[in-house]
């Protein structure tokens, strides 16, 4: 009977592997990312407060500041989510191609590649190819 695998072993070999300092790395940029887009959310909701209660007061004054903090929080709301999807993107990139070359190279080891019963089954699938 199969036990069935857990999703740490699955995952773990990638972030022991020769990689892991970069991938430990983004990880811990793009959580600081999303951490501070949170904080930054928040600080857009007191900006929201403060407005309102300007419009509320008839407070023209207290307009400019507000737009110009505004668009800092704006600014700076749209850089941390590019830069965290970007930076996700890097991750799970270099995630696939070290286990591409992981398979690939586990594949090639020992000539498994041309034993008898792959080549048959390649020429099989090659002519199914061909065929269509």
Same mark, same amino acid.
């Given at each position: 009977?199969?036990?069935?695998?857990?999703?740490?072993?699955?995952?773990?070999?990638?972030?022991?592997?020769?990689?892991?300092? /970069? #991938?430990?790395?983004?990880?811990?940029?793009?959580?600081? *990312?999303? +951490? =501070?887009? !949170?904080? @930054?959310?928040?600080?857009?909701?007191?900006?929201?407060?403060?407005?309102?209660?300007? /419009? #509320?007061?008839?407070?023209?004054?207290?307009?400019?500041? *507000?737009? +110009? =903090?505004? !668009?800092? @929080?704006?600014?700076?709301?749209?850089?941390?989510?590019?830069?965290?999807?970007?930076?996700?993107?890097?991750?799970?990139?270099?995630?696939?191609?070290? *286990?591409?070359?992981?398979?690939?190279?586990?594949?090639?080891?020992?000539?498994?590649?041309?034993?008898?019963?792959?080549?048959?089954?390649?020429?099989?699938?090659?002519?199914?190819?061909?065929?269509?």
């Amino acid at each position: 009977m199969n036990t069935p695998i857990s999703t740490w072993q699955l995952i773990k070999p990638y972030w022991v592997s020769n990689q892991k300092w /970069i #991938a430990w790395g983004l990880l811990l940029f793009v959580i600081t *990312l999303d +951490m =501070t887009n !949170v904080y @930054l959310i928040i600080q857009m909701t007191y900006w929201n407060k403060d407005f309102f209660d300007a /419009i #509320a007061n008839y407070d023209t004054h207290a307009m400019t500041p *507000l737009f +110009m =903090t505004l !668009v800092g @929080l704006l600014a700076t709301i749209i850089s941390a989510r590019i830069f965290s999807t970007f930076f996700k993107q890097l991750l799970e990139i270099r995630w696939r191609t070290w *286990l591409t070359d992981v398979y690939i190279s586990e594949w090639l080891q020992n000539n498994r590649f041309t034993t008898s019963k792959n080549k048959n089954s390649m020429t099989t699938q090659t002519n199914v190819l061909l065929k269509t």
